[in-house]
């Protein structure tokens, strides 16, 4: 499932330049995550980095994009252009 980031942002930044997928950016009050570039790092990492650098923990699961890990591996492929 791809990550979101939610209103216990601080604005920080820490996140951003941790993904290696490059799906963080900054948004209007905070920041936000691209669904379709997240893969909770999955072929990276094995932990989402921008949860384990957030000091507020505002990086959490989104529900509204719940994927298995098939499916984030399969995410990655279609990114890398594989």
């Given at each position: 499932m791809?990550?979101?980031i939610?209103?216990?942002c601080?604005?920080?930044?820490?996140?951003?330049?941790?993904?290696?997928?490059e799906?963080?950016?900054?948004?209007?009050?905070?920041?936000?995550?691209?669904?379709?570039?997240c893969?909770?790092?999955?072929?990276?990492?094995?932990?989402?980095?921008?949860?384990?650098?957030?000091?507020?923990?505002?990086?959490?699961?989104?529900?509204?994009h719940k994927?298995?890990?098939?499916?984030?591996?399969?995410?990655?492929?279609?990114?890398?252009g594989e």
């Amino acid at each position: 499932m791809a990550l979101i980031i939610n209103e216990e942002c601080i604005n920080c930044g820490a996140c951003e330049p941790e993904c290696p997928n490059e799906a963080i950016s900054a948004g209007d009050e905070l920041y936000v995550i691209n669904p379709d570039k997240c893969t909770e790092c999955v072929g990276h990492f094995d932990e989402p980095q921008c949860a384990a650098v957030c000091p507020v923990d505002a990086c959490v699961p989104d529900p509204d994009h719940k994927e298995s890990r098939e499916e984030l591996e399969a995410k990655l492929q279609k990114i890398k252009g594989e």
